[in-house]
């Protein structure tokens, strides 16, 4: 497991590996030998990897240090012409600078570079530059040299210096954009983190470098993963560098970064002898008569996650609107006024419901007034929910209703304005089930905890461990990075940061497979981890098919969701 730790953490971590037999040198190889095996990789995507060039840009400390030995494996290994810059001389007796002299590196640095020049033609002649300049360890604001070199970075890669001055001007064809001539930048592997991003904060100094990847060590800093620090990482890969899981430091830690083998056992089991009510039941309460597809985006979603039969309970406009070309749910026609779920329709969901392995409540409901009350009608007669045990993957009955007592929830999603309605209500959580599945954006989540949305998207991953700890419900917080957080202090991030999901209907697939995964018998954590990555991995993939982010609307996620799975099966 990935685990997410502090820059302090990760101090305390390599000291007790080292008293444990695994010393400092040999960390600072396994991580040099990690970022060449990167450096490599990326080499071998271009059109003719032996006519390559790669800059490595070097600072003073043990992010230096990893360069220099990256440097020398790099030129020990590929074709690749190999330079080192240096932000500062370093000793003669460094053994990384002698021993990439050995290696007959050429090495300039910015003390005999007043103008940057040496700098700016190394880094706009190279195909790969790895940032090694500053590691976790870097305070805000710069010292003046080190600013003004990245400024001079900045400038060589985005290739403000470098016009083809034998040009007299330019040719352009306004009806043939894809003609248009432009330099290719150099890719930038970032070593640890980008060169001027405060790894535990993600605030940035103005000059920091925008990476393409970021290959960071033994875990993830908090960073990386925060705004506005998480725009300038690019890919973020990790590697462990050898430190076992078990080292102090790392195996108590709670905050973990969820990758494909983590998400992959979560996946429920298949099975041949099988029918649809092995599988489980969810129902979706949703639906209004402005907002009248949400509610069979999330059905689909929940079907596409492998749900054995779904239905949508919503006002009669939104069931005449949808089932017409929406064929596979059932349907539930709800008490509505005026085309918005009413206050009498809460018995007929608690009723309804307790036939039911999970439900949803929330897309495109509308904030309506008497949709609150419904909403606090149904929360107040309800503190807990159906135990989730019995055979195969669905929750067993319950001997309430027999009892002539008032049947219990099941598992409960609450997203879009369902959670809106509930920032109305003093105490909101108080009326919810234990261990109900929240997923609000920023500007919802600000609205639930009285903060503004600023505060939210510079502190997600505190603020959503302590909500769901206060709340006691699970936490999905949406947006790059999506945090998912249980009240026992479990938090998991995902790795998934695209603007194909933002837009409209995308948090109704995402909701959709959260509740499908519930009614197959999946906890809600792990209900809510695993709909996230498949909603995150769907909207990547949706917007490789249609050749950028921007083209994506919610049903290319949605239609995009069984790749998603195959791709974590095959994995």
Request: with cysteine; proline share 5%.
């Amino acid at each position: 497991m990935i685990r997410i730790v502090s820059t302090e953490a990760v101090r305390q971590i390599e000291a007790a590996a080292d008293a444990a037999g695994f010393p400092y040198d040999l960390m600072m190889d396994n991580a040099g030998l990690a970022v060449a095996r990167r450096a490599a990789a990326i080499l071998k995507r271009l059109p003719d990897p032996t006519d390559s060039r790669v800059t490595v840009l070097v600072g003073s400390g043990n992010n230096g240090s990893d360069g220099l030995i990256a440097a020398r494996l790099i030129a020990q290994n590929s074709p690749a012409q190999v330079r080192v810059y240096l932000l500062h001389k370093r000793p003669d007796d460094d053994p990384h600078v002698q021993a990439a002299r050995a290696a007959g590196l050429f090495i300039a640095d910015a003390e005999d570079d007043q103008r940057y020049r040496v700098l700016t033609n190394m880094i706009a002649s190279a195909n790969v530059v790895v940032d090694a300049l500053f590691g976790i360890g870097i305070e805000l604001p710069l010292r003046d040299d080190a600013s003004k070199l990245l400024r001079a970075a900045h400038a060589a890669l985005n290739g403000s210096e470098h016009a083809d001055e034998n040009l007299e001007g330019e040719i352009i064809q306004p009806a043939h954009p894809d003609t248009a001539s432009r330099r290719a930048r150099p890719f930038v592997l970032a070593v640890d983190c980008p060169s001027g991003l405060e790894a535990d904060t993600g605030v940035v100094d103005k000059q920091t470098l925008h990476a393409d990847e970021t290959i960071t060590f033994i875990a993830v800093k908090p960073g990386l993963l925060t705004a506005p620090g998480s725009a300038y990482v690019g890919d973020l890969t990790v590697a462990t560098i050898g430190i076992p899981e078990n080292t102090e430091g790392l195996k108590g830690e709670k905050r973990f970064y969820v990758d494909a083998t983590y998400a992959r056992d979560l996946l429920p089991q298949r099975d041949s002898a099988s029918h649809k009510g092995t599988y489980g039941k969810a129902l979706i309460v949703g639906g209004s008569v402005n907002y009248t597809g949400a509610a069979g985006m999330s059905a689909l979603a929940a079907y596409r996650s492998g749900t054995g039969l779904v239905t949508v309970g919503a006002p009669a406009p939104v069931t005449a609107a949808l089932a017409a070309h929406t064929l596979e749910p059932t349907w539930l026609l709800l008490p509505s006024d005026m085309g918005v779920l009413a206050a009498a329709a809460a018995p007929v969901i608690r009723k309804e419901a307790a036939a039911y392995n999970a439900l949803l409540i929330g897309p495109g409901i509308n904030r309506d007034k008497i949709t609150k009350d419904m909403l606090i009608d149904l929360f107040r007669s309800k503190t807990k929910t159906v135990a989730k045990s019995g055979i195969g993957f669905i929750a067993a009955k319950t001997d309430d209703a027999a009892a002539g007592a008032e049947p219990l929830l099941p598992p409960l999603v609450l997203d879009a304005d369902a959670l809106n309605l509930l920032s109305e209500i003093d105490a909101w959580w108080t009326l919810l089930p234990a261990s109900t599945v929240i997923t609000p954006h920023a500007g919802e989540f600000g609205r639930l905890a009285a903060l503004e949305r600023e505060q939210v998207e510079q502190n997600r991953l505190t603020l959503a461990g302590e909500k769901a700890a206060a709340w006691n419900c699970i936490v999905l917080l949406k947006g790059p990075h999506t945090v998912i957080a249980h009240p026992d202090g479990r938090t998991a991030v995902l790795p998934f940061k695209t603007s194909a999901l933002s837009t409209a209907g995308t948090g109704d697939v995402l909701a959709g497979l959260i509740v499908g995964l519930l009614a197959q018998g999946a906890q809600p954590f792990e209900a809510a981890i695993l709909g996230g990555y498949l909603h995150g991995l769907a909207g990547v993939q949706a917007a490789q098919t249609l050749g950028g982010d921007r083209q994506v609307i919610a049903g290319d996620v949605l239609a995009a969701v069984p790749a998603a799975i195959r791709t974590l099966e095959k994995g």
